[in-house]
């Protein structure tokens, strides 16, 4: 079980994300736009870095839904390992049978 404070820095980053994704899309199409001159691109560059760290998706983990965990996250159902092998077992992943495990 991971720790409610990690969940809720977590949690925290994806508020971060969503508010300001369009501001940091805005200014990485300005960053790449060749069209612009130098100094309007430096300053794009220079703003993007006053955005706060956490708001970048990179900075964000996969965790398990039930427990929270990071590590061993399985994308395909959203749990980590050993919730994925109780879910096989009690037979609620279609396709998976106990001899498999």
Do not use: F
């Amino acid at each position: 079980m991971a720790k409610t404070s990690m969940k809720e820095r977590e949690k925290r980053r994806t508020l971060l994300n969503k508010k300001y994704a369009s501001k940091r899309k805005s200014l990485t199409e300005a960053i790449c736009n060749l069209h612009l001159s130098d100094a309007e691109r430096t300053n794009a560059e220079h703003q993007l870095q006053k955005l706060p760290r956490d708001s970048s998706r990179s900075r964000q983990r996969n965790r398990c839904r039930l427990c929270g965990r990071s590590r061993a996250y399985n994308r395909l159902t959203g749990l980590c390992r050993i919730h994925m092998r109780s879910a096989v077992m009690n037979g609620l992943v279609p396709g998976m049978h106990k001899a498999s495990w």
